[in-house]
């Protein structure tokens, strides 16, 4: 329990509540496609899909900093907006790829913390 503690502080607030809100919107999106058929299955992927989507985000947003190194990306913003809506639904469909990749990032950052104090 006190794993999942220190990976909600890790984590900032706001970024938190932006990215809920996200998956949120999304998740309700493939929840009135009826994604899978309607099935119970779907419906309770989307819901777990809507939980763990700020730490999938997570390893995407770290992973594009890395690979970018500090530059900036120029596009019009039409390009961005769908280019925003199609990553943001590439990592909702695969939280459960992503998700895990996000913990233990921030498991090592945790422990990375400790032993450096």
Request: glycine share 10%; with cysteine.
């Amino acid at each position: 329990m006190n794993f999942f503690k220190n990976i909600f502080l890790k984590l900032d607030t706001g970024y938190l509540i932006k990215n809920y809100l996200i998956g949120i919107v999304i998740g309700i999106f493939f929840w009135k496609m009826e994604l899978g058929g309607g099935t119970i299955g779907s419906k309770i992927y989307i819901v777990i899909g809507t939980f763990l989507f700020p730490f999938s985000k997570l390893v995407f947003n770290d992973l594009r900093a890395v690979l970018l190194r500090g530059r900036i990306l120029i596009l019009p913003i039409i390009f961005s907006i769908f280019i925003n809506l199609f990553i943001n639904m590439c990592l909702f469909l695969g939280t459960w790829i992503f998700t895990p990749l996000g913990f233990i990032y921030l498991y090592i950052l945790d422990k990375r913390e400790q032993t450096h104090l």
